[in-house]
């Protein structure tokens, strides 16, 4: 009986990390249901955040292709399976671990490779997408408004030649000839 179960199980687990942009290992010894609860919810809608079974979970993370979680996969271990922006989970997650010490980042998956928690937390660091392609607009727009001052200079700079000797011309007398 117990067989189909975890199969269910597993396959449930193998697809959400074949769906997820990343996943977050966390150990959650020591928090209450309440705290588990706003910890869903600071976590935000793209986030699915679960109690795993380590042994379930280290065979779903190997039939979808996961590597690197095994070391992870040992005591309670809750997940965050991300589908969208992986620094906003990381940061999410951080800011509840600073202000609940019983949260504890394990590490994590992320395009294609293992992370530690060290890594997790320099994910965590990361700007959102939206602040680096401002910034990376602002940069070229910079560029563009630099590039046509360069290009503009020899005409401004000629036109001011010929209006100087213009005036010049204007202010010299005439010679009666």
């Known amino acids: 009986m ?45 986030v699915s955040y679960a109690v795993v079974k380590n042994t379930l979970t280290k065979i779903a993370a190997k039939e979808a292709g996961v590597t690197g979680l095994d070391e992870h996969l040992n005591g309670p271990t809750a997940i965050a399976f991300v589908n969208g922006e992986p620094p906003e989970t990381a940061k999410a997650l951080r800011n509840f671990a600073k202000a609940n010490d019983k949260l504890v980042v394990k590490g994590g998956y992320f395009d294609g490779a293992a992370l530690s928690p060290e890594q997790v937390n320099q994910l965590a660091d990361l700007e959102s997408r939206e602040v680096l392609l401002a910034k990376a607009a602002g940069a070229m727009k910079a560029s563009l408004h630099q590039a046509a001052y360069l290009f503009t200079a020899p005409l401004v700079k000629a036109v001011r030649t010929v209006d100087a000797l213009r005036e010049k011309q204007d202010d010299a007398p005439a010679s009666d000839a």
């Open 2 to 46: 117990a067989r189909p179960d975890k199969a269910a199980a597993v396959e449930e687990i193998k697809q959400q990390f074949e769906n997820s942009d990343a996943v977050l290992l966390t150990e959650y010894r020591g928090l209450t249901v309440a705290q588990m609860k706003e910890l869903r919810v600071s976590l935000g809608e793209n």
